[in-house]
Nanobody, 126 residues
């Protein structure tokens, strides 16, 4: 059974930082790309960042480029999202995502991901 469990969300002032973590079990973590998405209040879930299986490849949404960093520790089956210079528009529920069993990548579209965490709330106050 594949499980993704996020942690690290919270309330922070604009300009502050948070680090999200997502622990994955039941999947071949070290051989798959991982991604972070977010869902702002009243809006659809949107792509934030993705990282390749080795950690060498990363790709970010324009809105977070230069402020957020995605990374992974394959020994701990964990993917991270370091968020710096946070803005009120970053307020959202953040989800980590993994591709379906048998696939190693998911890309930018949420429909390509088969497994999701429960989400962690990030609130940025002005």
């Amino acid at each position: 059974q594949v499980q993704l469990v996020e942690s690290g969300g919270g309330l922070v002032q604009a300009g502050g930082s948070l680090r999200l973590a997502c622990i994955v079990s039941g999947h071949t973590f070290s051989s798959i790309a991982m991604a972070w998405f977010r869902q702002p209040p009243g809006k659809e879930r949107e792509f934030v960042a993705t990282i390749g299986w080795s950690g060498t490849f990363t790709y970010y949404a324009e809105s977070v480029k230069g402020r957020f960093t995605i990374s992974r520790d394959n020994a701990k089956n964990t993917v991270y999202l370091q968020m710096n210079s946070l803005k009120p528009v970053d307020t959202a529920v953040y989800f980590c995502a993994a591709p379906p069993i048998g696939k190693s990548v998911g890309g930018l579209h949420r429909s390509n991901y088969g497994y999701w965490g429960q989400g962690t709330q990030v609130t940025v106050s002005s």
